[in-house]
């Protein structure tokens, strides 16, 4: 049965029935994006491009190759390697960041303003609940990536000249390819950022305070990150969601190589997994006092 | 209390079936293989009549050499990208290497056919490019946008064939089938390797006959290496080396993926992007007028060429002081990568053991550091 189905009211005798759940979901993103915060948070990573691209302009010494953040040398060059630039400084603290105050705050934000027993009252049931929480945080990591290609891609137009890409293996592709590639890069940071959002869901069901889980959240990013550097733990690296963040490279040589893609996927879902199912465990036992 | 507690049932069962999954996936792709027995020699025919051309695959590679870790832009630092001198360029090359044995690198293979390949080092955020496209050899790198230009001479595969060819009519006339020469090859080998043919396995999703060679000298340090070969098309796909007393390989390159459709032929046309810095270099040319000079500077050489001392496994290389070059000392690598030791200062690794006389004198070989001190002395 198709979701959108609305079932007829007699049938729905079970309190957690399908069919208010887009409603449900239609709110929570209203609200999330209504946000002064969201908004604040939006702009914020829009002017990370907008920083490095009017840096570059003003500044009368010109890079030499391999100097400075990957690819900022073309930028004088190229405008289009602005959002990528933007993409590889953003991805190790800001992305983490914002989506750690946006997934911190899903259920503990709620418990926190006490108006959880609200939404709980009508015949949602905690797991459409979740659910929902979650599908939000999860359209928030896609807006933010977006929102730093977009803006790159803007601004890079705006201050330099825009012609055929150099991928990093030294072939030409066309504007039209590079902006696919860089929608691309922008999906995989998405979908790099699901599994950072699902513990943040997590974390955010242990707890009345927002604060405290939008701080646990990134601590646990940055935590992740430093045990990725650490040589004697390489066993471990592969499976740490932070491992493939900075592997979308990939999809900037030729011909595309999606195998990182398909990698980061399969850890992403796993901790998707595991911690969906913690964070369902610990909601659905939990007394919900406020 | 019985439905908290139920509920409390995917919290430990998700996160169960993950790990199992996480775990029997490699083992699924580890299941034993059994292919029809095959002895040495079969499967030295069996590489000599490789039917592959053209594939497109992963490559990866790893070691654990137990090199000291180094930083290698202090040998790098002093070489500008496009303007290496000779002796600068020495160094960087030195540098490159020593970066491509240590740690893991991972690498894509394009070939398509006899005279197009290509290779990419798939680095951080960047990328090396080795291109060969008939007479045409690019290198590209990515981190400093700099394209070099090698043209092969056009002869250079004719000269190579009959070079060949001038090699196989000395060739004793029982070598004329590649089965003789396998025999002859195995004969060669006896004295120093026992060569088997190991467990059959499976290497980037094919099934492999596993070629080993084993020394049966005990006074070096390989303890074996085997050479994994692609039971249909004959193509090695895997050559792993271990070392004396290490569990984990020293040195391990194989394919982790591979495909035998031939790549797209538009990968070898390689064009230098804009603004990319190019640099022309031409061969030296390998034809018979320019042998005359070669021979003239072997000769003015021959005092100072490499004495090669023992043989098979345990042979020791020794470079005469002349023709060490002076600046090798300086260089900050060197210093880094050795320890002092008696005599002289050594390189150690899990496979390779160099030894710096303190006279000059340079000894290298797959033995033990006291063997190279013994040959100093």
């Known amino acids: 049965m198709s979701s959108s189905d609305v079932p007829p009211p007699e049938n729905d005798v079970n309190p957690t029935h399908r069919g208010v759940g887009w409603d449900l979901l239609g709110s929570e993103i209203m609200v999330l994006f209504r946000r002064r915060r969201t908004w604040a948070m939006l702009v914020a990573l829009a002017l990370i491009p ?50 750690g105050v946006v997934a911190g705050d899903t259920i503990a934000g709620e418990a926190g303003l006490g108006t959880l027993r609200y939404l709980l009252v009508a015949p949602a049931g ?49 504007v039209t390819e590079s902006l696919l590639r860089s929608l691309l890069v922008a999906a995989y940071v998405t979908v790099s950022l699901l599994g950072l959002s699902m513990i943040g869901l997590f974390i955010s069901t242990l707890t009345d305070v927002p604060v405290g889980a939008m701080a646990a959240t990134i601590v646990v990013s940055v935590v992740a990150q430093i045990l990725d550097i650490i040589p004697q733990l390489s066993w471990l690296h592969p499976w740490l969601f932070s491992h ?3 592997g979308f490279a990939d999809l900037l040589r030729q011909p595309l190589d999606l195998g990182s893609f398909g990698q980061n996927a399969v850890v992403q879902v796993c901790y998707a997994a595991v911690f969906g199912s913690l964070a369902y465990s610990r909601f659905v036992t939990k007394d919900i006092l406020s | 209390m019985s439905h908290i507690s139920l509920r409390w049932l995917p919290a430990l069962v998700v996160p169960a079936v993950v790990v199992c999954a996480v775990v029997a996936v490699p083992l699924q792709a580890g299941a034993a293989v059994d292919l029809p027995d095959k002895t040495p020699q079969q499967v030295l025919l069996l590489v000599n009549d490789s039917t592959a ?51 893991s690198h991972e690498f894509r293979v394009y070939v398509g056919g006899e005279t197009q390949s290509r290779v990419q080092v798939k680095d951080r955020m960047a990328e090396r490019d080795v291109i060969h496209n008939g007479s045409d050899v690019w290198l590209y790198d990515s981190n400093s946008n700099a394209a070099t230009h090698l043209t092969l001479p056009a002869d250079l595969a004719a000269t190579a064939e009959a070079k060949f060819a001038e090699l196989q009519s000395q060739l004793p006339a029982d070598l004329s089938t590649p089965a003789q020469l396998a025999e002859r090859f195995l004969g060669e080998l006896d004295p120093s390797t026992a060569v088997s043919v190991g467990t059959d396995a499976r290497v980037a999703g094919r099934s492999v ?20 070969v692609d039971s249909e098309t004959g193509l090695p796909l895997q050559v792993t080396v271990l070392a004396q007393g290490q569990s984990a390989p020293a040195f391990q390159v194989g394919f982790t993926a591979i495909d035998f459709a031939a790549p797209n032929a538009a990968l070898f046309n390689f064009v230098p992007p804009a603004g990319a810095t190019v640099n022309e270099q031409v061969m030296p040319d390998l034809s018979d007028d320019t042998a005359g000079d070669h021979a003239a500077d072997h000769s003015a050489a021959a005092g100072e060429a490499p004495v090669v001392t023992g043989t098979g496994w345990s042979a020791i290389i020794e470079v005469p002081a002349t023709a060490v070059p002076a600046k090798l000392g300086d260089n900050p690598l060197i210093d880094q990568l050795t320890t002092a030791v008696d005599g002289g200062r050594a390189l150690t690794t899990s496979l390779l053991t160099v030894f710096l006389a303190s006279d000059g004198r340079v000894f290298a070989g797959a033995v033990p550091l006291a063997q190279l001190q013994t040959a100093a002395e």
Do not use: H
Request: hydrophobic share 50%.
């Open chain 1, 50 to 99: 907008i920083l490095l691209a009017v840096a570059v302009r003003l500044s009368s010494s010109t890079l030499d190759p391999g100097e400075g953040p990957p690819f900022l040398d073309r930028v004088s060059q190229n405008g289009l390697f602005v959002g990528f630039t933007a993409m590889v400084v953003a991805i190790p603290l800001f992305l983490p960041l914002t989506i």
């Open chain 1, 126 to 174: 905690r797991v459409r609940l979740l659910l929902v929480k979650y599908t939000g945080a999860a359209l928030f990591c896609l807006v933010a990536s977006l929102t730093l290609t977009v803006s790159g891609a803007l601004i890079g137009a705006a201050l330099f000249p825009v012609g055929p890409v150099t991928l990093l293996s030294g072939d030409t592709v066309s």
């Open chain 1, 244 to 246: 493939y963040w900075l």
């Open chain 2, 53 to 103: 051309s053209a594939f497109a695959g992963t490559v990866a590679q790893s070691s654990d050499l137990g090199l000291p870790s180094v930083d290698l832009s202090a040998g790098m630092s002093n070489v500008a990208p496009g303007q290496a001198s000779s002796g600068e360029g020495s160094a960087g090359a030195l540098s490159t290497v020593l970066e491509l044995l240590s740690g």
């Open chain 2, 209 to 228: 006959y596993q070629l080993v060679l084993t020394p049966k000298v005990t006074d070096t340090l390989v303890a074996s290496v085997s050479i994994a």
